[in-house]
């Protein structure tokens, strides 16, 4: 069992930056490819990054490329999200997730672990 805790939302104006952090417990963070997602009111959950587990490959979504930068600290059992650049449309609720199965999906349903979710509010 992990337990993830996301941190670092807020309201930032529309170009402005924020790092997403997510803490895992357990010993076995480093055995897990991490995600991000997101989710706006009255929107689906999307996919947003993900890394392997041990840091070397990661995916992005289209509307995070070049904006968004996926990284970890497996020391730290920490998964982080660094974003620039940010736009209105980035608002929402945004999570993190852990996958047993090591496949860097963008599929939410398969991801085994989720965090609370931290709010991001971009201001045009």
């Known amino acids: 069992q992990v337990q993830l805790v996301e941190s670092g939302g807020g309201l930032v104006q529309a170009g402005g930056s924020l790092r997403l952090s997510c803490g895992a417990s357990g010993r076995t963070f480093s055995t897990y490819v991490m995600g991000w997602f997101r989710q706006a009111p009255g929107k689906e959950r999307e996919f947003v990054a993900a890394?392997?587990?041990?840091?070397?490959?990661?995916n992005y979504a289209d509307s995070a490329k070049g904006r968004f930068t996926i990284s970890r600290d497996n020391a730290e059992n920490t998964v982080y999200l660094q974003m620039n650049s940010l736009k209105p449309e980035d608002t929402a609720v945004y999570y993190c997730?852990?996958?047993?199965?090591?496949?860097?999906?963008?599929?939410?349903?398969?991801?085994?672990?989720w965090g609370q979710g931290t709010q991001v509010t971009v201001s045009s």
């Open positions: 890394i392997s587990s041990s840091g070397g490959t990661t």
């Open positions: 997730a852990a996958d047993r199965a090591l496949r860097l999906t963008r599929l939410a349903t398969l991801y085994d672990y």
